[in-house]
């Protein structure tokens, strides 16, 4: 709870901004499976809204071995708290990392995070998805559940870099129908894709 309540005064500080969130999930996603959250990846802004709003499922993210240093608390947690630390240019500890993920969501029904662009799109249009890792953590947590979510307008927080953040933003998540992974990988892969980036409005404007 500490790291969920953390992650709202990170939303909540914001507001100074004239930002504000909305969380749409029409859906009643089990607690007693393990989840793979599958979204677009917008800013670091996209963090927080998923660990609060997601609490229940106790959210672990895969992400860069960067973010696991200087950043006061979050790479504390990173660190810590379940997550894992990738290095990009090391594929053979990449895919360790995400299989462990795999496995760890798999025993105790928790959920990973992944944005499978594997990069932040700086324009808020969707990038084509990663297979690789994906496919690993439905290998590894083979009784899964896939959440896709479409992030949008959390782009507009860093148009101008880290500083000055963008003023007056409504960030929006949008749950889409969760995905049965079975054995066919290829086929909820694409699934996941086309629900995350349907819901993308700056890929339709």
């Given at each position: 709870m500490s790291v969920a309540f953390l992650n709202l005064s990170l939303m909540r500080s914001t507001h100074v901004l004239g930002t504000t969130y909305a969380f749409n999930n029409p859906h009643n996603i089990p607690t007693n499976r393990p989840l793979i959250i599958v979204l677009?990846?917008?800013?670091?802004?996209?963090?927080?809204?998923?660990?609060?709003?997601?609490?229940?499922?106790?959210?672990?993210?895969?992400?860069?071995?960067?973010?696991?240093?200087g950043i006061p608390s979050v790479s504390y947690n990173l660190r810590h708290g379940g997550?894992?630390?990738?290095?990009?240019?090391?594929?053979?500890?990449?895919?360790?990392?995400?299989?462990?993920?795999?496995?760890?969501?798999e025993k105790y029904k928790r959920s990973a995070v992944i944005f499978p662009e594997g990069t932040r799109s700086r324009t808020g249009h969707p990038k084509p998805f990663k297979a690789t890792g994906l496919k690993l953590l439905m290998k590894n947590a083979p009784s899964a559940l896939i959440v896709p979510i479409s992030i949008n307008n959390s782009w507009k927080m860093l148009k101008y870099g880290k500083f000055?953040?963008?003023i007056g933003n409504r960030i929006?998540?949008?749950?889409h129908d969760p995905i049965e992974v079975n054995s066919d990988f290829d086929s909820a892969l694409a699934?996941?894709?086309?629900?995350?980036?349907?819901?993308?409005?700056?890929?339709?404007?």
């Open positions: 677009n990846h917008q800013s670091m802004h996209d963090i927080p809204p998923i660990v609060w709003f997601m609490r229940k499922h106790h959210p672990k993210f895969v992400s860069k071995k960067e973010l696991g240093k997550s894992v630390l990738i290095d990009r240019n090391d594929s053979r500890q990449a895919l360790s990392e995400i299989a462990k993920l795999g496995r760890y969501i000055p953040n963008g929006t998540f949008d749950v699934k996941a894709e086309q629900s995350v980036v349907s819901g993308i409005t700056s890929f339709k404007s």
